[in-house]
């Protein structure tokens, strides 16, 4: 009787492990002393153990001088690309301050290629603020759609956006107006981005759907892709075809068909090793029929 309750004991532990580090992809679980590509700034960041510690590893996150209540408390940002797709949920746990504190999770993208963020040319997702008035430790989720987060952009830019990957994701914190004046104590201990089955859902239903209105049956394989993909199309008849790939600024990048080809199906490898991530587009073009898809790059 004693084993079966060990063992029953056991299953117990591993089932609540399991369940407590099951947190979907891993951006950052805080596992090396140096925090590798945070930068901060109103506030000090410091890692949390003498040794680096992926299972218990954080970030200590404080102010040295006291906060006055309605005032910027400071910022943190990991400099690191990610792919986060819309529909799905940003998961960070974060050390409550039991204070009128506030954050808010942004995702900085680069658009212009130029591997920094402006404000004047770039695009800025920022969430709506969340409340930090809390004790102990505790896992804050938000769904990355647009109930939650604005769009900030100078473009007549979309949420397309979230197909490309991330520059750089922001932390902000802000002391409200019932602050009670103290030196900000917090901390960062893990984030995840955690996939949503509706979101995997309704990404495949759109996938059959744009298949189905293709008049090429064209497909790329896999998608997203890194570095190498496979373009597969196929002609009613015999055409002189030409298969360009662009950039999502409507640069074109490379010319992979220019020639006349016989009816049926046909294949060609697009290698964008060389390339930064993104989104892209090629355009296939043939006896006055033309096709635009869209892939992405996830490096």
Excluded: C
Excluded at 54 to 72: H, I, M, Q, R
Excluded at 106 to 120: A, G, Q, S, T
Excluded at 249 to 262: A, I
């Amino acid at each position: 009787m004693k084993k079966i309750s060990f063992l029953f004991l056991i299953i117990f532990i591993l089932i609540s492990f399991s369940k407590l580090y099951s947190q979907g992809n891993i951006y950052d679980d805080f596992s090396k002393k140096d925090l590798p590509g945070w930068v901060w700034g109103g506030l000090e960041m410091k890692y949390s153990h003498e040794t680096d510690n992926k299972e218990n590893g954080y970030a200590d996150l404080f102010t040295t001088n006291v906060v006055k209540s309605k005032t910027f408390i400071g910022k943190i940002t990991k400099n690191v690309p990610y792919l986060f797709s819309a529909g799905n949920y940003i998961n960070v746990m974060f050390k409550g301050v039991s204070n009128d504190v506030t954050v808010k999770f942004i995702l900085l993208y680069d658009v212009d290629n130029n591997n920094k963020f402006n404000e004047d040319k770039d695009i800025m997702l920022v969430s709506k603020p969340v409340s930090m008035n809390f004790s102990g430790w505790k896992e804050i989720k938000i769904k990355l759609d647009q109930d939650n987060f604005k769009l900030f952009s100078h473009f007549d830019d979309d949420f397309s956006v979230t197909e490309e990957e991330a520059l750089a994701v922001q932390f902000e914190f802000e002391a409200g107006k019932d602050y009670k004046e103290s030196r900000f104590e917090s901390g960062i201990a893990l984030i995840s981005e955690i996939v949503t089955k509706d979101n995997l859902s309704d990404l495949n239903q759109d996938k059959d759907k744009k298949d189905s209105e293709s008049y090429f049956d064209a497909k790329n394989y896999p998608n997203p892709f890194n570095p190498n993909t496979t373009i597969s199309y196929t002609l009613k008849e015999n055409a002189s075809v030409r298969l360009t790939v662009y950039d999502r600024l409507g640069r074109e990048v490379k010319v992979l068909v220019d020639e006349s080809q016989n009816a049926g199906t046909h294949t060609v490898e697009f290698n964008a090793s060389n390339l930064p991530s993104g989104i892209y587009f090629y355009r296939i073009k043939a006896n006055e029929k033309t096709e635009v898809r869209k892939m992405i790059l996830a490096k």
